[in-house]
């Protein structure tokens, strides 16, 4: 990019991409969110401290175009923005004001994969796993629990959220577009995947609980249905009744959940009163 | 409970209500609720409550529109009555988990009310834009986090100091055998949020990993921090053998047109 488009050779620098990073971190993009232009009075916000280096020496008509132009319809995801945010702001200081246009075709193209990315990576994969450690350990009542969730599910996001902005601007377009990085990214929510149906395995004998109370008289001889069943397999019965469940939410539609939760509740209530489960 | 404990909890309710739409650094059932056990004084209650919940609710977050119960007031109502009427510990328990469930729903109506206001945030700031002063737009976020924290700083403050009571009648008028119970079955609802999860990530062909992990556990009786880290070694292994063999496929192919083997495109 040569540097004769550069916008009044104003060059942007750590000082202004660290600004950017707080307002992203104090403001997010929920707070003003709406149905018309979604996340983009928060996008706006967060580019600020850039726009004003940029444009502080430009006329008044140039500055409303420029808030404008951002407070289009922007829909992504809150830690994947990071790197949006150090892209745009990498075009918006290399571009002529004529060429500003390419601006909003560049962001509208980006939101949408990286917004994939953000929802299955950071806001599940990464959450769940940090959720189920720090679950596992609370659920004995240890106060470790919520403070290794809290410094797994934080390092990572706060990292990725910074650095995205910083690499974003120093490698521009080229971080996106080029066949090497499309890689990486596929490697990293290839591997976040595997994680996370490793753990959530795990966690399935780890965190169900149900035990028999059941117990069959044959033959003369008492038998506890639960040794059975522990004979033939170690939590044999929350790995059913998951699976069961996957089977049931892959059709039920997500607004019904809670009345299968209370349906749950109420069987297993039910259940432990007739002595089933104990 | 008093006055001051109640405020205290309806202030941290207020300030996760601004970190879910803002910083994104609490948002969970597992990091909101421990502090309330902190406020009254019982944190191994709250951390079970909190972890119990974190499990349930493990695969829901707002996601493409859908407005999820709410997990923050629910976690925190619901942390609050399991250690003001748990008579015994698990008894406590299934309380706190029946009425987060209830208060959740509660709350999540009043959330779509909010949503009504934030739509004339749009028009607001297209006049702001006109007045070509960057920083004006700031105004809208300011005015958003206020009404953020009093959306849930409010509810959460009227359903704690005057429902505790009312709450606590109800407790004692169910029998001891059916709160028993709602312990025993809140015990199998991780399986719920376990199979959320399972429906978005995990793809076809995957089942070898979820059992792998499911063994780890079951078996050998590994704690998840190791059953991760074990799992996290196999999958950027098993990362770097497909990277060899597409590097080995793209080599061929350039000499002789080979036949393209992979691994799963999870």
Redesign the interface.
């Known amino acids: 990019m040569s540097e004769i488009n550069r916008m009044n050779g104003e060059k942007i620098t750590r000082k202004d991409l660290n600004k950017v990073y707080w307002r992203l971190?104090?403001?997010?993009?929920?707070?003003?969110?709406?149905?018309?232009?979604a996340q983009?009075?928060?996008f706006?916000?967060a580019l600020?401290p850039v726009?004003?280096k940029l444009?502080k020496n430009e006329p008044?008509?140039v500055?409303?175009a420029?808030?404008?132009r951002h407070?289009e319809y922007f829909l992504s995801q809150?830690t994947a923005t990071g790197m949006i945010l150090g892209i745009t702001a990498a075009i918006e200081e290399t571009t002529s004001v004529e060429q500003k246009e390419g601006v909003v075709a560049v962001k509208a193209g980006m939101m949408g994969p990286l917004a994939g990315i953000g929802?299955?990576v950071f806001?599940?994969?990464i959450?769940?796993?940090a959720?189920?450690?720090?679950?596992?350990?609370?659920?004995n009542?240890?106060?470790l629990?919520?403070v290794?969730?809290?410094v797994i599910?934080?390092a990572i996001?706060i990292a990725i959220k910074y650095y995205g902005i910083i690499l974003g601007y120093e490698k521009g377009m080229e971080f996106i577009t080029s066949g090497e990085q499309a890689?990486v990214m596929k490697?990293i929510?290839?591997?976040s995947?595997?994680?996370?149906?490793?753990?959530?395995?795990?966690?399935?004998?780890?965190?169900?609980?149900?035990t028999i109370g059941t117990e069959l008289v044959v033959n003369e001889t008492i038998v506890n249905v639960q040794q059975l069943l522990d004979g033939a397999?170690?939590?044999l019965l929350?790995?059913l009744?998951?699976?069961g469940?996957?089977q049931?939410?892959?059709k039920l539609p997500?607004?019904y959940?809670?009345f299968?939760?209370?349906g749950?509740?109420?069987?297993?209530?039910?259940?432990?009163?007739l002595g089933v489960?104990? | 409970m008093s006055l001051f404990q109640s405020l205290l909890i309806a202030l941290w309710a207020g300030y996760c209500s601004y970190d879910d739409q803002g910083p994104q650094m609490l948002r969970r059932p597992l990091l909101v609720g421990p502090l309330v056990g902190l406020i009254l004084g019982d944190l191994t209650t709250a951390l079970i409550v909190s972890a119990t919940l974190e499990l349930m609710w493990m695969g829901l977050g707002n996601m493409a529109g859908y407005q999820t119960p709410d997990m923050i007031v629910g976690t925190i109502v619901g942390v609050t009555f399991a250690i003001t009427t748990g008579q015994t510990s698990a008894e406590g328990i299934a309380a706190g988990v029946a009425t987060a469930t209830a208060v959740a729903i509660l709350v999540q109506q009043f959330n779509l009310i909010f949503m009504f206001v934030r739509q004339f945030f749009a028009p607001w700031a297209d006049k702001l834009a006109l007045t070509g002063n960057f920083d004006s737009i700031l105004k809208i976020n300011i005015a958003s986090a206020i009404l953020q924290f009093l959306i849930r700083f409010v509810p959460t403050f009227l359903i704690i100091y005057f429902g505790g009571s009312a709450v606590e009648q109800v407790m004692a008028s169910i029998p001891a055998p059916i709160l028993a119970g709602l312990a025993k079955a809140s015990g199998i609802l991780p399986a719920v949020g376990l199979s959320i999860l399972m429906t978005i990530i995990m793809k076809k062909g995957m089942w070898g990993f979820l059992i792998f992990g499911f063994v780890l556990n079951a078996y050998l009786n590994m704690d998840i921090l190791g059953v991760t880290l074990i799992s996290l070694a196999f999958a950027t292994f098993y990362t770097w053998i497909m990277n060899v063999i597409d590097f080995q496929n793209t080599q061929s192919q350039n000499t002789n047109n080979g036949v393209k083997e992979g691994g799963y495109d999870l």
């Open positions: 971190q104090i403001f997010g993009l929920g707070l003003a969110i709406n149905s018309t232009t983009a009075i928060s706006a916000t600020t726009l004003k444009y008044k008509e500055r409303v420029a808030m404008q407070l809150n929802d299955s806001k599940l994969t959450q769940a796993i959720g189920s450690i720090g679950a596992a350990y609370a659920l009542g240890n106060a629990g919520p290794l969730m809290f599910y934080n996001n890689k490697n929510i290839n591997l995947t595997m994680v996370g149906v490793v753990v959530l395995g795990a966690l399935i004998s780890s965190s169900v609980r149900i397999m170690p939590k929350p790995l009744i998951t699976v469940l996957y049931v939410n892959k997500r607004k959940l809670i299968l939760i209370l749950l509740l109420v069987l297993g209530t039910i259940l432990f009163l489960i104990k």
